[in-house]
């Protein structure tokens, strides 16, 4: 598949970030990214010895939890477009020997049907140029009776909160950027692209036209995050 212009442009930027990504990670949410990260391993139901793809996983913070829980009898497949993310996930996952990274695009994983036990992507769908061929991908390598998790930044619903969100995201997360990346540009995308973002219901809408079944959003700190779990049909 030919890279978008999307894509391209998103590798150059995350070459740029891939070094402080983490700590501008904790900085802008207040440290609050771990428990959302923690609620959506909890919500994946992960079992020792599952297979787990993780689809569009940067640094390797969600990949390295999705290992501590499937164990050394499991096996965890983290797929990133960046390489600059990838180089830095294999430092952070040296310890796991069970963590296996591959460079790939979310629209057009490349596995067969049916081999994964779980799915997850964090922070992912905003970013691809395609969400519900990023999703119908996901659906294609669970296995029957799998289960996908998905997290992502939000617009919180209350009024007043989602103005005082939007000039945050508008004005502070660009200056934060710009302070240890010496580019703000990253971070006025992501606030283009949590604005843009279409809403959780329609989301949801999406996830069971693909044909996902028991599909739940669970919105965390008042809207910011949302996180849509789902389980492909079979036993």
């Known amino acids: 598949m030919r890279p978008s212009k999307k894509e391209r442009w998103q590798k150059v ?17 207040f440290g609050l990214h ?12 992960l079992q020792p010895g599952h297979r787990v793809l993780d689809v569009c996983c940067g640094t390797g913070m969600i990949t390295k939890d999705l290992a501590q829980k499937v164990g050394p009898q499991g096996k965890v497949v983290g797929l990133d477009l960046s390489p ?10 040296r310890a796991y020997p069970w963590i296996e990274l591959v460079e790939g695009n ?8 049916d081999v994964f036990d779980r799915t997850v992507i964090g922070y992912g769908l905003r970013n691809v140029a395609d969400p519900r061929q990023a999703l119908a991908e996901l659906f294609r390598v669970l296995k029957p009776g799998g289960k996908v998790a998905a997290l992502e930044l939000a617009k919180p619903r209350a009024p007043v909160f989602n103005r005082l969100h939007r000039i945050y995201t508008a004005v502070c997360l660009p200056l934060v950027g710009y302070l240890f990346t010496g ?28 044909g ?17 779990v789902a389980n492909k049909p079979g036993p």
């Open 84 to 93: 600059a993310m990838l180089k830095i996930a294999a430092q952070n996952l």
């Open 212 to 228: 996902f079944t028991n599909v739940c959003c669970t919105a965390l700190s008042w809207g910011v995050v949302t996180i849509h």
């Open 34 to 45: 771990h428990h959302w990260r923690n609620y959506t391993i909890e919500k994946a139901d």
């Open 13 to 29: 930027f995350f070459r740029k970030i891939a070094p402080s990504y983490d700590l501008v990670n904790t900085l802008i949410s």
């Open 183 to 210: 580019d703000k540009k990253p971070y006025q995308y992501l606030h283009h692209s949590i604005q843009t973002y279409p809403a959780p219901e329609k989301i949801t809408r999406i996830f069971q036209e693909i």
């Open 106 to 113: 979310a629209l057009a994983l490349p596995f067969p049907n």
